[in-house]
T-cell receptor, first 111, second 113 residues
Framework: GENVEQHPSTLSVQEGDSAVIKCTYS??????FPWYKQELGKGPQLIID?????GEKKDQRIAVTLNKTAKHFSLHITETQPEDSAVYFC??????????FGTGTRLTIIP | DAGVIQSPRHEVTEMGQEVTLRCKPI?????LFWYRQTMMRGLELLIY??????IDDSGMPEDRFSAKMPNASFSTLKIQPSEPRDSAVYFC???WGGGNTIYFGEGSWLTVV
């Protein structure tokens, strides 16, 4: 089955700096890679996603890159703000609706 | 849209009791998922339905767990009898079609004592 590894498990960055979270996946047939943000006491919320026919996607301060050859994808948050503090999950699927999640990264933005 | 609605938000129950968690997916979505989240195991898919039919229940831990989707707007996850190790946050999520965005509810926080 699909396996998704996520690193680091915790990350602290100074406000204004960039944060990068990396994930690798095992199934080369995977074609959809969403990122979710989970705040305390809430459900995961989609913040950005990328499909296998694209190498990079941006949405304001957030970007995701995908390297299909190496089977890894990354989340980049620039100009970090205190409200970016949360747990971030990557996920992967090969189109059968079964998302497999990474183990999460607790991001703390230091004011 | 109100999003995925789950109830109860919090439940504390005694070991051996039956627990029923409820979910209303986003209107128009035809896929529904039940996930469990714990510190040790992260987010695990328990079961998912497509057009009200269970497609994959390989994540259901054991026979004490059962899920139903009697219609397109309602699903239940039942644990009978409950055990302390079932304590977790249970999320319901829904989507339209395969490979599309999955939207999560706010979760049901279950504590079994």
């Amino acid at each position: 089955g699909e396996n998704v590894e996520q690193h680091p498990s915790t990350l602290s960055v100074q406000e204004g700096d960039s944060a990068v979270i990396k994930c690798t996946y095992s199934d080369s047939a995977s074609n959809y890679f969403p990122w979710y943000k989970q705040e305390l006491g809430k459900g995961p919320q989609l913040i950005i996603d990328i499909r296998s026919n694209v190498g990079e996607k941006k949405d304001q301060r957030i970007a995701v890159t995908l390297n299909k050859t190496a089977k890894h994808f990354s989340l980049h948050i620039t100009e970090t703000q205190p409200e970016d503090s949360a747990v971030y999950f990557c996920a992967a699927t090969f189109g059968n609706e079964k998302l497999t999640f990474g183990t999460g990264t607790r991001l703390t933005i230091i004011p | 849209d109100a999003g995925v609605i789950q109830s109860p938000r919090h439940e504390v129950t005694e070991m051996g009791q039956e627990v029923t968690l409820r979910c209303k997916p986003i209107s128009g979505h035809n896929s529904l998922f039940w996930y469990r989240q714990t510190m040790m195991r992260g987010l695990e898919l328990l079961i998912y339905f497509n057009n009200n039919v269970p497609i994959d229940d390989s994540g259901m831990p054991e026979d004490r767990f059962s899920a139903k989707m009697p219609n397109a707007s309602f699903s239940t996850l039942k644990i009978q009898p409950s055990e302390p190790r079932d304590s977790a946050v249970y999320f319901c999520a829904s989507s339209w079609g395969g490979g599309n965005t999955i939207y999560f509810g706010e979760g049901s926080w279950l504590t079994v004592v």
